[in-house]
């Protein structure tokens, strides 16, 4: 499955019937977010709002919003068969093949590989109406408002496209935009994002002005990436291509010394100013509680470029599951074998929806030594955007760390709370509201692994209680004599 853009992939889902036309009168204000927070925690279909009051332009809400849809929107059937993908690309990165069949094997796929690479144009479709200077009105889109208690309206499926200004690499990220008034806008870089210290070199380096390029829509892959949290050097475009199979086509912008999505619906162009902030917020956030209103750089739009009739895309977040859990299940599947590299004793990891992402993180690991599960805790700190995590729970490789039930019976009957639970400090994501200090914090790790001699135990760990194979296979056969 290939997408050249967001209509390719409306297009399979109409045709799979996991799309639903609503053609009744709504509001972007509320309304279309409590429909779509009923159908999203059903599982229900993606949303086309065709007769958004006082707009001409349709919102498209919940494409993503079940694991089915989200592997379809990555070109796969299941994720797990994108796990196989990323597998086999670490494989190529982890070593000179051996014989000459596989080495000319590896080199055809690197071959293939460079075709990933994006691809510059000279027209898109995301440019047919250029739209500049007075006329520039953010009021002219359906942008929603989806909490009464949020600031204003709020852009919540933006590609945010700036370039570091010491080296040039351009990155891709997920980050809301609250809509002050027809030309400006809040931009929420969070701390620990790479967009906000795109803001801080900029800063440093004395700059007038950083350009800043917001893209909605485009293939499904694409938008993807802007929420994954890839490491600051590697190019969510090329991340893109490579699930895509197929590089990623750009255009240069009209008003920016940026390049952005040529199959997008929409480009909003402009530059923030360092120490141009103001107030944004409060905004019904994922974590289910609303973040209250902190200071964030002002976006000044310059211009804004669309299809003749484009689609207007977007999500909203609030207490889980919503459908940004089914975009970080994602990321988790992907970024297993990635963690697996570094620590290979880890054999799988959930991230609960309950735990919106960074509070709780659930790893099963097969154990060699003493206090490898504290290492396994020290790792994830160290990995990136792991660093947030709040709580990490670590239990044997054969315990299933996507049931909750079977997690919650080994962490309550394994651990010796004197012993086994641990703490520590760090950096916190922005949206912890319960640490007495902004942005850092405490952290818990919970060792809920069988214990035995060499971690200290004089007391034999008690077994499972299992039936046995020869009593379970006779109740099978027989199981219909039961009349049960």
Sequence with gaps: MKYKDLRDFIGLLEGRGELKRITAPVSCELEIAEICDRVVKKGGPALLFENVEGYDIPVLINMFGTERRMAWALGVESLDDLVEQVQRLLGLMQGPPEGIMEKMRTL??????????????GRAPCQEVVITGEDVDLNRYPI???????????????????????????????????????????????????????????????????????????????????????????????????IRQEGVELVKGKTVDLEVPAHAEMIIEGYVVPGDERMEGPFGDHTGYYSMPDMYPVFHVTCITHRRNPIYPTIIVGRPPMEDYYMGKVTERVFLPIIQMVLPEVVDINMPAEGVFHNLVIVSVKKEYPGQARKVMYGLWGMGLMSLAKTVIVVDHFVNVHDP????????????????????????????????????????????????????????WPPDIVMSPEMVALVDNKWAEYGL
């Design 405 to 460: 039930s079977e997690v919650t019976w080994r962490v309550t009957n394994n651990i010796d709370p004197s012993q086994d639970i641990m703490f520590a400090s760090g950096p916190l994501d922005d949206l912890d509201h319960a640490s007495p200090t902004p942005k850092y914090g405490s952290k818990m790790g919970i060792d809920a692994t069988a214990k035995g001699p060499m971690e200290g135990r004089q007391r034999d």
């Design 144 to 242: 929603l408002k989806c909490w009464p208690m949020d600031g204003g309206r709020y852009i919540t499926l933006p590609l945010v496209i700036s370039k570091d200004p010491q080296t040039g690499t351009m990155n891709l990220g997920m980050y809301r935009v609250q809509v002050y008034d027809s030309r400006t806008a809040g931009m929420h870089w969070q701390t620990q994002k790479v967009g906000a210290h795109h803001y801080r070199v900029g800063s440093e380096r004395g700059l007038e002005r950083i350009d800043v390029a917001i893209a909605l829509g485009g293939d499904p892959a694409t938008i993807w990436t802007g929420s994954a949290p890839l490491p600051p050097d590697m190019n969510e475009l090329i991340v893109s291509g490579f």
């Design 108 to 121: 055809g796929q690197l071959v293939r590989m460079a075709s990933f690479q994006p691809k510059t144009v």
